[in-house]
């Protein structure tokens, strides 16, 4: 067997690389010196070893010298490939400044992070000199910061934030440039920034519109009107500096939207028209923006009166009416307007997108961030944190959550990366989809990976977020006022008087024992405890229901899934609270197993049973335990939990009286004939030979119509037959022991209601 020869195009191929044959003619016109054989493995690394070659070959075509000190070090020649093969955007930046290849020597190339006052101070310096060199700053910081992310897979909250302070740090040296130009309207006004959306929230894309809202007051002796039109001409100025594709190309677009009144309303307004504007005319969907608002650039000082002033706002939007029902409704809108010929593959407004996320976790804050200040983060990651830490999202949901969203983030970001475009949509070839899987670690089956990792994702949001933004216990938490939203004792009494508790002191020691400490188990039942309380009320033992609820909280609230399940199945913490006001047996029923609490969550569960469901689980119980004895508790405590679903299903209106009283027939007689066959082994046990008889037990009365109610005895009448060639005394003395143990075995003490046969009919 002779061995393949080895040819150039063949290592090319082997390489990862999609045109061999072009390549390895490409790679002949290389100005620098390096090992083709090295360079070539370096570039097998690459997302797009193609495009990298290619766009090395057009900066050693400048001839600059750094980037022969570029390719003869190891790690940093690796840098600048990794970028390369990523970015084409970028890659173009380096053939136009090819000296800029030193950046991949650089600490912020590895393991530094850009500090924004440095940034402020370079961007400065850059604008004074001329637009065109602010631009290739920024774009040298992208060079660094994409070297971090792609080569050492620095943290996405680290990069979005770095890519939101040199925002900041572009609209302060934006400023400042602007201001120097027109010094005589400088003087009128003080101009703070506050930057909204992504940037707001520290959590920019590579390219992003950067969302801002511009506030000014007069400087002393200036009249407000005056001083708000020199600011809105700065504020202009310094929109179109960046933003205008000349000398040097765009840095990002700046947008003042989210203002009041949007692109209809003024774009500069003091704090105090901003106030009067969103006391009295803001939407849901302003004030759900306002929750991004962060200082950005310009006066401190007027940028923190602002979020004084306007923060408040935000932390009151869940009390207005229909509130959650808005939001709900906005989410919906956004789907409907997805481009048709894009659809699934919008990564950030799809469903199973990022907008699931970030609309889920801004609704849970909005609704507990009124009276919880731990969850108010601007930043969707953090905030998710702070949900889980403090109990209003589960933390297996949240770490679902923060996965797919990082990994959608990340996704996104490579997208952009590759033109310096601002896109959201996963491409379809599969040469894209191939570079993109490779950018994100996929090597082997680039493409197939990548898709079947981002549709995992896409379907584990799309889950959760249905299962958080339509949680109907947010609505009920909506409607309370702000003040019972979280309860503190000294406020509590006059709350339940007015509720209809007949003894507020009692209820509030209860109160005071479910909620106090920071556990997790306190911080949750501080925010189930409001709408409980109310939900209470509107039974008639609303005293009776806390208390019962202290006790089953008492006996479950240990267990991963009680606490969990009221909350996040909010129909099952609603109909928890109507049984414990409604209905004593049914309290008692659920106070004897409180695990049985669990079918509570799913509506289907509450459907009764038919009796051939019964008899195959009872046959199962009897296959399992050798004793009467344990047979019948194994029966009786069946019948408790059926009992437990009728009166839960008839509570919530689910049966009519007839399907009642079929639903309580089949379970006794399903109990009886269970204890029917442990009767007979007993006397059988007791004989030490089979019983003599053949025995069954008629139903009578309500029981015989399918009539009976929770509390009735069963009517029966026991029948017998001898078998053949028994004696009769025998087999009737047979009958009778068998009728009597079955008495018996029902009767015997246990947390489970008693059966009581009576047989006088």
């Known amino acids: 067997m002779t061995e393949r020869p080895v040819t150039e195009t063949g290592i090319f191929s082997r390489s990862g690389f999609s045109d061999p044959s072009k390549s390895a003619e490409l790679i002949k016109t290389l100005k620098a010196e390096i090992s083709h054989e090295l360079l070539i493995d370096d570039l097998s690394k690459v997302a797009d070893p193609d495009n990298a070659l290619l766009l090395l070959v057009r900066i050693a075509d400048q001839a600059d010298e750094n980037l022969n000190k570029v390719l003869k070090d190891d790690e940093v020649r690796l840098r600048l490939l990794q970028v390369l093969g990523s970015s084409t955007g970028l890659g173009e930046h380096l053939v136009s400044y090819p000296a800029d290849v030193q950046v991949f020597f650089a600490e912020t190339a590895i393991s530094k992070a850009n500090n924004r006052d440095e940034l402020i101070a370079v961007f400065t310096k850059a604008a004074k000199t001329s637009r065109a060199n602010l631009v290739r700053e920024y774009r040298k910081v992208l060079l660094g910061?994409?070297?971090?992310?792609?080569?050492?897979?620095?943290?996405?909250?680290?990069?979005?934030?770095?890519?939101?302070?040199?925002?900041?740090?572009?609209?302060?040296?934006?400023?400042?440039t602007v201001v120097d130009k027109n010094p005589d309207l400088a003087k009128q006004f003080?101009?703070?920034?506050?930057?909204?959306?992504k940037a707001g929230g520290q959590e920019l894309n590579y390219v992003s519109d950067v969302d801002v809202i511009f506030t000014a007051a007069a400087t002393s002796g200036v009249e407000e009107s005056t001083a708000v039109s020199a600011a809105t001409k700065i504020a202009t100025e310094v929109m179109q500096y960046i933003s205008v594709a000349n000398d040097g190309g765009g840095i990002w677009e700046v947008d003042a939207a989210l203002r009041p009144e949007g692109k209809a309303g003024p774009r500069v307004r003091t704090v105090e028209q901003h106030v009067a504007y969103y006391q009295r005319w803001a939407s849901t969907w302003e004030f759900q923006a306002l929750l991004k608002a962060r200082f950005s650039a310009g006066d401190i000082e007027l940028g923190n009166k602002y979020l004084t002033e306007i923060t408040p706002f935000v932390w009151q939007a869940a009390s207005k009416e229909n509130f959650v029902d808005d939001v709900q409704k906005m989410r919906k809108k956004v789907e409907e307007n997805i481009d048709n010929r894009i659809g699934e593959r919008e990564l950030k407004l799809a469903p199973g997108g990022l907008r699931d996320v970030e609309f889920a976790v801004q609704l849970l804050q909005l609704v507990h961030g009124r009276s919880d200040l731990m969850v108010r983060s601007p930043n969707t990651l953090q905030a998710l944190d702070q949900l889980a830490t403090w109990g209003y999202i589960g933390r297996d949901d949240a770490a679902t959550f923060s996965t797919a969203y990082t990994f959608l983030r990340t996704l996104e970001h490579r997208i952009q990366l590759q033109k310096l475009s601002r896109t959201h949509v996963l491409p379809e070839a599969d040469s894209e989809l191939r570079k993109l899987g490779r950018s994100l670690g996929f090597m082997s089956d680039s493409s197939t990976d990548l898709e079947k990792q981002w549709r995992k994702h896409q379907l584990e949001v799309r889950r959760i977020h249905e299962k958080l933004f339509y949680r109907p216990l947010l609505n009920a938490v909506a409607r309370l006022d702000a003040g019972s939203a979280r309860l503190t004792i000294s406020e509590a009494t006059s709350r339940l008087n007015a509720l209809g508790y007949k003894d507020p002191e009692s209820a509030l020691r209860h109160i005071e024992a479910l909620t106090t400490g920071v556990s997790r188990r306190a911080v949750i039942q501080k925010t189930l405890l409001p709408v409980l309380l109310s939900w209470f009320a509107d039974g008639p033992e609303p005293d009776i229901a806390l208390l019962s609820f202290r006790r089953l909280s008492d006996a479950l609230g240990s267990t991963p899934w009680f606490l969990r399940l009221l909350r996040?199945?909010?129909?099952?913490?609603?109909?928890?609270?109507?049984?414990?006001?409604?209905?004593?047996?049914?309290?008692?029923?659920?106070?004897?197993?409180?695990?049985?609490?669990?079918?509570?969550?799913?509506?289907?569960?509450?459907?009764?049973?038919?009796?051939?469901?019964?008899?195959?689980?009872?046959?199962?119980?009897?296959?399992?335990?050798?004793?009467?004895?344990?047979?019948?508790?194994?029966?009786?405590?069946?019948?408790?939990?059926?009992?437990?679903?009728?009166?839960?299903?008839?509570?919530?209106?689910?049966?009519?009286?007839?399907?009642?009283?079929?639903?309580?027939?089949?379970?006794?007689?399903?109990?009886?004939?269970?204890?029917?066959?442990?009767?007979?082994?007993?006397?059988?046990?007791?004989?030490g030979k089979e019983v003599s008889t053949n025995m069954c037990v008629i139903a009578m009365g309500r029981f015989g119509g399918f009539e009976l109610g929770y509390g009735s005895d069963a009517d029966v009448m026991f029948v017998h037959e001898p078998k053949k060639g028994a004696d009769p005394q025998d087999a009737e003395k047979c009958a009778l022991d068998i009728a009597n143990q079955l008495r018996t075995l029902l009767m015997q003490p246990s947390v489970d209601p008693p059966l009581e046969i009576d047989a006088d009919l």
């Open 568 to 687: 996040d199945e909010s129909a099952a913490a609603e109909l928890m609270a109507k049984l414990l006001s409604s209905s004593r047996y049914a309290t008692d029923l659920l106070m004897s197993a409180p695990e049985a609490v669990s079918m509570l969550g799913n509506l289907e569960e509450l459907e009764p049973r038919t009796r051939e469901q019964h008899e195959a689980e009872m046959n199962a119980v009897i296959a399992r335990h050798e004793t009467a004895e344990n047979i019948v508790s194994a029966a009786r405590a069946f019948r408790r939990r059926e009992l437990l679903r009728t009166a839960t299903a008839d509570l919530s209106g689910r049966l009519t009286t007839e399907q009642v009283g079929m639903a309580l027939s089949n379970v006794y007689a399903t109990v009886i004939e269970t204890a029917l066959k442990g009767a007979i082994l007993v006397v059988e046990q007791e004989r």
């Open 190 to 197: 003080k101009l703070a920034i506050i930057a909204m959306g």
């Open 145 to 176: 910061l994409a070297s971090r992310d792609i080569c050492y897979k620095w943290p996405l909250r680290d990069v979005a934030a770095e890519l939101a302070d040199a925002a900041d740090a572009i609209l302060q040296s934006a400023l400042i």
